[in-house]
């Protein structure tokens, strides 16, 4: 016995559904893993001496498809950074 027009028509709509949320979420999940990563990023460049200005250049050189103005354009240098009392 063949599915009815009736039981074709509302699996469409619920595959439909489906492939809609399933882009949202794999949209999403790129975000927040791009976020991830320029922050795993910015964490290592502090961790080795970077001013704050290499810091926007490095992410907005490293930005495909962004605005190419920062909205931190003109940060003053950084202080030196105090390296640990001992060593691990």
Same mark, same amino acid.
């Given at each position: ?7 074709? #028509?509302?699996? /469409?709509?619920?595959?439909?559904? %489906?492939?809609?949320? =399933? ?25 080795? #001496?970077?001013? /704050?200005?290499?810091?926007?250049? %490095?992410?907005?050189? =490293? ?26």
């Amino acid at each position: 016995m063949a599915p009815g027009p009736d039981v074709i #028509g509302v699996i /469409a709509v619920a595959g439909s559904f %489906v492939v809609a949320v =399933s882009c949202t979420a794999i949209y999403f999940g790129y975000l927040a893993w791009r976020v991830w990563h320029e922050t795993a990023l910015k964490r290592d460049m502090v961790a080795r #001496g970077y001013s /704050a200005q290499e810091i926007i250049d %490095v992410i907005g050189a =490293s930005g495909a498809g962004r605005e190419g103005i920062s909205p931190l354009s003109s940060v003053p240098p950084a202080k030196p950074v105090k390296q640990p009392a001992y060593s691990p």
